[in-house]
């Protein structure tokens, strides 16, 4: 159960990431060329 959770809480802060990205750069976004960011840290549970 707790790998499922880990892995739940990356997909939102990736999806989350997404959003950002393409909500602030989308004017910018060029379909060659895509932002290198580095990954954000996921708070894990202890």
């Known amino acids: 159960m ?3 959770v880990v ?3 990356r997909a939102a802060a990736v999806a989350a990431l997404v ?3 393409l909500s602030g750069h989308g ?3 060029d379909a060659g060329s895509s932002p290198v960011t580095p ?8």
Do not use: D, K, M
């Open 27 to 29: 004017e910018q976004h």
């Open 19 to 21: 959003v950002l990205v």
């Open 7 to 9: 892995i739940a809480r």
């Open 39 to 46: 990954p954000p840290p996921v708070p894990t549970s202890r």
């Open 2 to 4: 707790s790998r499922c």
